[in-house]
């Protein structure tokens, strides 16, 4: 396990606190304001912060981070920028910074060339949501050459040894798809949720982190019970489309919805 994930990790034992992982998309709406953004959100206390390396084909995502994804293309993203990017967030902030794109980014620039990169501008971990763990290419056991975690994804319909099999490969943490689907709808967290996340929490031998459509504070309560991360993604998105189409501070836009969904 990378040490700063580590270290996280045992801070929020010790501390007996749900951790905070924000999320961002590298470029959008520009380079800019992707930095603003990420910088206020490790301000405003996350304890992680996932920046999204845009891809012409997001299949996880819904519209939300889909239409930010073309944005960031469009305006010209390359995988050095989103590097960049990184390297300013954590030039000043001291919260653990994981990069999450899809694998054909990855094998396009290279498995080895892109692992190296990460470890130079201070990622701690990669999240892939269309790596197939069974046919890695040698990318889990080749990313603990350089301390980077690879956080492997459970999803609704994976089984009891399907969940400690992940535990067992995933480097970090367990992170949890709430449900069924895409990003950005909210999520319902109902008796067939609950029933998801006691399955996962009674068979994952690592910390666990739950995403996909969290918005309000009454879902981030609930969840309380079942993980050590809770993950905000498209609605953060969605705060910084709002706030840049309307031109007022992002940052500040930011800092206000974490304020009234961790207060």
Same mark, same amino acid.
């Given at each position: 396990?990378?040490k +700063?994930?580590?270290?996280?990790?045992k801070?929020?034992?010790?501390e007996k $606190?749900?951790?905070?992982m924000g999320? #961002?998309i590298?470029g959008?709406? !520009?380079?800019k304001?992707?930095?603003?953004a990420? /910088?206020?959100?490790?301000?405003a206390?996350?304890?992680?912060l996932e920046?999204q390396? %845009?891809?012409? &084909?997001?299949?996880? &995502?819904?519209p939300? #981070?889909e239409?930010?994804?073309?944005i960031? *293309?469009n305006?010209g993203?390359?995988?050095?920028?989103g590097?960049?990017l990184?390297r =300013?967030?954590?030039e000043?902030?001291?919260?653990v910074?994981l990069i999450?794109?899809?694998a054909?980014?990855?094998? +396009?620039?290279g498995i080895e060339?892109?692992?190296?990169k990460?470890k130079?501008?201070g990622?701690?971990?990669? *999240?892939i %949501?269309?790596f197939?763990p069974e046919? &890695?290419e040698g990318l889990?056991?080749k990313?603990k050459d350089?301390?980077l975690?690879?956080?492997?994804?459970a999803t609704p319909? !994976?089984?009891e040894s $399907?969940?400690?099999?992940?535990?067992? $490969?995933t480097t970090?943490?367990?992170?949890?798809?709430?449900r069924r689907?895409?990003?950005?709808?909210k999520t319902? #967290?109902?008796?067939?949720?609950?029933?998801?996340?006691?399955?996962?929490k009674k068979?994952?031998?690592?910390p666990?982190? #739950?995403g996909?459509?969290i918005?309000?504070?009454?879902?981030?309560d609930v /969840?309380?019970e079942?993980?050590?991360i809770?993950?905000?993604g498209?609605h953060f998105?969605k705060?910084i489309k709002?706030a840049? =189409?309307?031109?007022?501070? *992002?940052s500040?836009?930011?800092k206000r919805?974490i304020?009234?969904?961790?207060i």
């Amino acid at each position: 396990m990378n040490k +700063k994930v580590s270290e996280k990790l045992k801070r929020l034992n010790e501390e007996k $606190r749900v951790g905070f992982m924000g999320h #961002i998309i590298a470029g959008f709406p !520009d380079y800019k304001h992707s930095l603003e953004a990420a /910088l206020a959100i490790c301000e405003a206390g996350a304890d992680f912060l996932e920046v999204q390396f %845009p891809f012409s &084909d997001p299949t996880a &995502d819904g519209p939300t #981070i889909e239409e930010a994804c073309y944005i960031a *293309i469009n305006n010209g993203f390359k995988v050095v920028k989103g590097f960049d990017l990184v390297r =300013e967030i954590t030039e000043k902030t001291d919260t653990v910074v994981l990069i999450m794109t899809y694998a054909n980014i990855v094998y +396009k620039f290279g498995i080895e060339r892109f692992l190296k990169k990460a470890k130079e501008v201070g990622c701690c971990g990669l *999240i892939i %949501p269309d790596f197939p763990p069974e046919q &890695d290419e040698g990318l889990i056991e080749k990313a603990k050459d350089f301390d980077l975690d690879i956080i492997l994804i459970a999803t609704p319909g !994976d089984d009891e040894s $399907r969940i400690k099999e992940l535990s067992n $490969r995933t480097t970090g943490f367990l992170y949890t798809v709430a449900r069924r689907g895409i990003t950005g709808k909210k999520t319902e #967290i109902n008796k067939e949720a609950k029933e998801w996340f006691s399955l996962v929490k009674k068979n994952a031998t690592v910390p666990i982190a #739950i995403g996909f459509g969290i918005n309000s504070k009454e879902q981030i309560d609930v /969840l309380k019970e079942y993980c050590n991360i809770v993950i905000i993604g498209s609605h953060f998105v969605k705060v910084i489309k709002d706030a840049y =189409e309307k031109k007022i501070s *992002i940052s500040e836009a930011l800092k206000r919805s974490i304020n009234s969904l961790f207060i």
